[in-house]
């Protein structure tokens, strides 16, 4: 009897969708997203426990990495020389403020007096003799990089910025209408002169960091297996590597972090996460976050060179290394199922691979030979002009964005109170978030608006799974 409502619960929720996939049952081992790593925590602390199959004595070194990851910072000279150097210029004073509890951070409100957990990146398009091998770009002569509002005492922040929405309404083939909010960015006290007049602007909202470590262990050759960038199968989806500067070895590699896939390695994404986000040297970015224009951020004291330490770095690698994903709820559930079999039949999947299987030849042995369910790619997408900020990072354009994981989405309201998705948190729900999705991804959007109010209910279901 179970199985006959099932199939007739499914047969209705699908009922005028194309040919494809359709899912009646849960898949063996489904549940488990980073296979003997999985936990199954669902509150507050979902994302911030370490891999199920870490030992005791591991765990206490997760703990060490832990520590850096959430303490604050503070400037030099200071007693606490194992912690000083902050700044002169930075956006916070340590990683869990912008990666809150683990999970994902959020654009300012309209009183915040900084951004904290969103940063901005900065650039100016590149000239014909710019050699753009190591960074990538060509930073903002004044302001460099990336836009610190905050500063030690005694030199200025580089300024305000501010986001503003304007409305965009998607209308679903029932009638039904959502309203979008496209981000418009603002800034002011600028502490530097004005900017270049042709500066490009990236709002980015820190992203969760579960996972990282089984996403450092796919194979290369396993992403590369999903890339088409001349669309030779005729499907509209041309996903494409980008190929980034490895600082460690001093040669050009896959990247696969960030929101571009600008960095190569979790080592090098942490590295440089500490050197622009709170200005703290490491031997593998020995520079801080002032631009050469900064005279006076240049002369203040720092913390030693390097600030953070290589023990330091490697302690906050393996924590970010083994921060576990928390196992899927409800696989078998009817509902889920059918947003499952929706999901795959507007090609939801096509870029949001569902699972791998981690590399023998793993970072940290926990991670090794595991089946895991990123739903990601890790590849480079063109997602359209409407999520576009027109900045490039490497191979990456100004429309394109490497395919986010969706593993723990849906526990993204417990963990951390909000549900701001996309790279700079304009989508204020799943909805809103499968909505902005154009360019390579435009086809299967419109397939989801053709979803009458039942089939969109069972694939937030399915996302909220996930």
């Keep these: 009897m179970r199985y006959a409502l099932l199939t007739l619960s499914l047969a209705g929720l699908l009922a005028g969708c194309d040919a494809g996939p ?62 000083d150097g902050l700044g002169p210029l930075f956006n916070t004073n340590a990683c869990q403020n912008c990666h809150i509890k683990d999970g994902r951070g959020h654009p300012p409100g309209p009183e915040a007096k900084q951004a904290v957990s969103m940063l901005v ?22 302001y460099g990089g990336q836009f610190q509002d905050a500063a030690i005492p005694g030199i200025a922040p580089e300024g305000r910025v501010r986001v503003e929405y304007v409305p965009v309404v998607m209308t679903f083939a029932d009638g039904h209408e959502v309203e979008l909010r496209k981000p418009r960015l603002s800034f002011s006290n600028l502490g530097y002169g004005e900017m270049h007049p042709a500066t490009l602007f990236s709002a980015r909202i820190a992203p969760p960091v579960i996972g990282l470590g089984f996403l450092e262990s796919i194979s290369d050759a396993d992403l590369l297996a999903h890339a088409d960038p001349d669309d ?13 500067w490895d600082r460690a070895s001093g040669t050009i590699r896959m990247g696969r972090f960030g929101w571009k896939a600008g960095q190569p390695s979790l080592r090098q994404q942490n590295a440089e996460a500490f050197a622009n986000d709170m200005g703290l040297t490491s031997h593998l970015v020995p520079t801080d976050s002032c631009a050469p224009s900064q005279k006076d951020c240049l002369a203040l004291p720092d913390g030693g060179t390097p600030e953070v330490s290589d023990e330091i770095l490697d302690n906050v690698t393996f924590y970010t290394r083994n921060l576990a994903v928390p196992a899927r709820r409800n696989v078998d559930d009817p509902e889920v199922l059918a947003g499952k079999s929706l999901f795959f039949q507007a090609n ?21 030979s ?6 990601s790619d890790l590849l480079l997408h063109d997602m359209g002009p409407g999520l576009a ?6 191979l990456a354009n100004g429309q394109e964005w490497r395919t986010p994981p969706l593993w723990g989405i849906g526990l993204t309201e417990a963990v951390n109170g909000h549900t701001q998705f996309l790279h700079d948190g304009r989508a204020r729900n799943l909805m809103e978030a499968v909505l902005w999705h154009g360019g390579e991804a435009a086809s299967s959007r419109d397939k989801v608006l053709t979803f009458d109010a039942g089939q969109r209910a069972a694939l937030l279901a399915f996302l909220n799974s996930l």
Excluded at 53 to 70: E, I
Excluded at 121 to 142: M, Q
Excluded at 370 to 375: D, F, K, L, N, V
Aim: glycine letters at 10%; a negative charge; hydrophobic letters at 30%.
């Design 121 to 142: 990146r900065l650039s100016v398009p590149a000239g014909e003799g710019d050699d753009l091998t190591r960074s990538g770009l060509v930073a903002e002569p004044n």
């Design 22 to 83: 359709s899912f009646s049952e849960a898949e063996p081992g489904e549940q488990l997203s980073v296979g003997d790593g999985t936990v199954t925590k669902t509150d507050q602390n979902a994302f911030s426990l370490p891999l199920a199959n870490l030992s005791p004595t591991r765990r206490l070194d997760f703990s060490v990495g832990n520590s850096f990851f959430r303490n604050p910072w503070v400037i030099a000279p200071a007693s606490t020389d194992a912690r």
């Design 348 to 368: 939801c999947q096509g870029c949001h691979v569902p699972s791998y299987t981690t590399a023998a030849e793993a970072p940290e042995p926990e991670l090794a």
């Design 389 to 394: 900020d027109g900045r490039p990072e490497f």
């Design 232 to 244: 030779d199968n005729g499907d509209g989806i041309s996903g494409r590597a980008n190929r980034v």
């Design 370 to 375: 595991q089946t895991i369910r990123p739903y």
